[in-house]
């Protein structure tokens, strides 16, 4: 009787050696440009305590209330895995003394975790690309990270894929007047209001703003509206992000009804979305966050950031222009004879050391020649490196193009590496194994 098969936990999916290719290039995009912007890299645990997610996230957030994955340790504690990065990496600026009026632009790229009902696009382990620009005040940082985005959408051929809407949420104090007024004319619905909507209205009565039933469409769009309701100030540094935003080329929308779902940020917050991915249709969110440090311990710092989902960034990348083929091989090492498997094995590490730019793949497990020849075939490598007995009594190695006509030749091995730049420079340029 065979032994159960283990299944991967639902929601928690594989990324497979045919995926990587596509998250590989949106990682090296975005790599190159965060250095050209100036952003740092910073690594922060998966597991913190659960107190940080509900102090930075809010109690009354589906995130705390619903999907975040909680357990308490041997120790005693409550761990939270994080289901966003950001109050990992206000933590950790606290907690390492890295505020004191510096400033500082940060990225963190990993896995985050939301217990929520699997779907395209939304998975419970989830990748994340997390930006944050710390100590900046001004709605510059703000245009300059959503800029950073607009260009990296440029870079991964997605661009025409997405679109940008943005939103003022005023401060606390000006919320909080709004909230009343929201209340006031929700509870005029209440009995209109769906099951969600309504547990969300003693919590974060802003959240049913977000609400995707269509049901509940026609008392969305009769609600007061948040942008009659901003300070003087947050509207000064609305309307000068919009500006910024003309100047540089960036396309816009103002969606008075986008609140975001993290109880932290204020005055500006954005999306970038799409209409491939159905409801869940925001490949990339953000927003300002400047009383979040304080809130945590920190001295008062303003900030803003943004998190851009993996997963649905390659969707599109792999829906706009297909997937990146593999890089295939230069070499294709082909081994004749036991006697020459471990001579095959050192000469492959020489060339190697020596040529360190090219690909080489050593046939691994024997097999005999036919077979081996067509596993060369199938990797799409330009040349066949041909290690036998026979040549290595005569101090020589064999060599076959694979993709272009010619025979087969010889090559002394003491100029081995040599005799390999001739022999390539002949095969042609590199292939890619699609």
Same mark, same amino acid.
Request: neutral net charge; glycine residues 10%; charged residues 20%.
């Given at each position: ?13 594989? +990324?497979?050696? !045919? ?6 290039? $949106? ?11 100036? @952003? ?82 939304? @998975? ?6 997390? *930006? ?31 679109? *940008?809407?943005?939103?003022? +949420? ?15 004319? $929700? ?13 969300? $209205? ?42 910024? +935003? ?17 109880? @932290?940020?204020?005055?500006? %917050? ?18 300002? @966050? ?35 083929? %593999? ?5 294709? %090492? ?20 020596? #040529?360190? !730019? ?16 067509? #596993?060369?075939?199938?990797? !799409?490598?330009? $040349? ?11 101090? %020589? ?5 694979? #993709? ?26 590199? !292939?890619?194994?699609?």
């Amino acid at each position: 009787m065979s032994a159960q098969i283990i299944q991967a936990i639902r929601g928690m999916n594989d +990324l497979l050696p !045919a995926d990587i290719p596509a998250w590989q290039h $949106l990682e090296s995009c975005a790599r190159e440009l965060l250095a050209a912007y100036g @952003y740092q890299e910073i690594r922060v645990p998966v597991l913190e305590h659960t107190q940080l997610f509900k102090r930075a996230i809010g109690e009354h957030t589906d995130v705390v209330g619903k999907e975040m994955y909680t357990f308490t340790d041997r120790g005693g504690d409550s761990l939270t895995l994080r289901p966003e990065a950001t109050a990992g990496i206000v933590r950790a600026l606290i907690s390492n003394g890295m505020l004191r009026g510096q400033r500082h632009k940060l990225w963190c790229l990993g896995p985050m975790f939301r217990h929520e009902a699997p779907q395209a696009g939304r @998975y419970r382990q989830f990748w994340q690309l997390d *930006l944050e620009a710390v100590g900046c005040p001004g709605p510059d940082a703000d245009a300059e990270l959503i800029a950073f985005s607009a260009r990296l959408w440029q870079r991964l051929g997605i661009a025409g894929s997405v679109k *940008l809407q943005i939103n003022s +949420l005023g401060t606390a104090d000006s919320r909080r007047a709004y909230r009343e007024r929201l209340l006031q004319y $929700l509870g005029a619905h209440h009995a209109r209001l769906d099951a969600d909507s309504q547990r969300r $209205l003693e919590g974060n009565p802003l959240r049913v703003l977000d609400s995707k039933n269509p049901d509940m469409q026609d008392i969305i769009r009769g609600a007061p509206l948040l942008t009659e309701h901003l300070d003087v100030e947050s509207r000064t540094h609305f309307d000068e992000l919009c500006a910024m +935003l003309r100047g540089i080329g960036v396309s816009y929308e103002v969606n008075p009804l986008l609140v975001r779902g993290l109880d @932290y940020y204020n005055r500006t %917050v954005f999306e970038w979305i799409t209409s491939s991915s159905g409801a869940q249709n925001a490949v990339c969110s953000g927003g300002r @966050y400047d009383g979040l440090i304080a809130q945590l311990g920190g001295e008062a710092t303003p900030a803003v950031g943004f998190a851009m989902g993996l997963e649905r960034a390659v969707a599109l990348m792999l829906s706009a222009a297909g997937a990146p083929a %593999v890089t295939a091989p230069d070499v294709y %090492v082909v081994v004749s004879g036991a006697a020459a498997a471990r001579q095959a094995l050192q000469l492959t590490e020489r060339l190697r050391g020596e #040529r360190p !730019a090219l690909r080489f793949e050593l046939n691994l497990g024997g097999g005999n020649f036919k077979a081996q020849f067509r #596993r060369a075939d199938r990797s !799409a490598a330009r $040349l066949a490196l041909i290690v036998g007995e026979d040549e290595l009594a005569r101090g %020589v190695v064999a060599m076959k193009p694979l #993709r272009a006509e010619g025979g087969q030749s010889e090559w002394p091995i003491a100029d081995l590496a040599a005799g390999l730049d001739a022999a390539l420079a002949a095969a042609g340029p590199a !292939a890619a194994r699609g």
